[in-house]
């Protein structure tokens, strides 16, 4: 059988040593993928003079599974998020993010077990129409949701809760005030939530749902919401298990699918040796899940829950006092004990 290939997206400030120590313990945990390396962001900008070059975009189209270090997106004007136009051009609709809690990594909580499936494509986050007045004293975007939209995600996230045997989906809107577009995504989210009689639903609006989720988190299983909210609750929950740098993203659509940490370059700590390699780690291995490999997802999360729950050679963000390389090596040994 021929090996599978993964197009591999290093991209800026610490993601290429991250991606390297994810690549490394896929390897050291004999999944046998090829990988075909491409260019993207501030990377691709200096070596061809684009942000997002056609090559990267034919590898991310041939081999429908890509790995991607986070991108550096100038703050203002300039260029677009070349993420969100990753996610518009594959149609990467559903955004996967899941919270575990991990022993060791002084987090919060103990028991947290969340994921918040985002709708990754539509409302305000998708940057429509921002248009700023000639005399920079008015600004106006634009936000759409479609019923096609809102249905697709909300069929995603209750089909991904009874498959992993989770008990509740909690919808998440403001549709108090945001009438037409969270109106229509609770209305739509509703009627889908009929069709799973096994599954309990609940409904929230966004800004209780945040408070909640700081007092009370153990109440949460699955969370589908809107785009925006989606990128901001994400980042909260991060924060419950210890932070960004445990938290994965999972990008996928009907024909490709993209796997990136949740954090960004970090340049405050680029070519430090001491970012935490977990998120872009959890992110491979929701890739793994993607591909059917649970066993060897199983596997690299076993040994990843053991290194930090030890603690003694773990990145400084997690309290350790060890480099990425070090971090990523204890994970290979472990791993070794187990193949
Ligand atoms: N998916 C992506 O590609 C993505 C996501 C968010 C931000 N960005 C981009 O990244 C750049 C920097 O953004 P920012 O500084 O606001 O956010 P950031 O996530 O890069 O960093 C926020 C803070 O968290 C720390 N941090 C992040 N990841 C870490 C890790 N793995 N280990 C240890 N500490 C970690 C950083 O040092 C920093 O102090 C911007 O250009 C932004 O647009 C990209």
Redesign the pocket.
Known sequence: MSRKIITVIP?D??GPD?VDSALKILDKAGCDFEYEFADAGLAALEKHGELLPQSTLDLIEKNKVTLKG??????GKGFT?I?VGLRKKFNLYANLRPVISFKGTQARYENIDIITVRENTQGMYSGLGQVVSEDGNRAEAKSVITREGAERIARFAFDLARREGRKKVTIVHKANILKSTSGLFLDVARKVSQKYPDIETAEMIVDACCMKLVMNPEAFDVIVTTNLFGDIISDLCAGLVG???MAPGANIGKDAALF??????????AGKN????S?VILASIQMLEYLHMGDKAEMIRKALAAVIAEGDRT?P?LGGSHGTTDFTQAIIERLESYV
């Open positions: 991209g400030g610490i991250i986070p991108l550096t997106t100038p703050v998020s993420n932070g960004l740098g990136e940490a949740v954090h960004g370059s970090a340049p405050d700590i001491i970012a935490n390699p998120s990145t963000d």
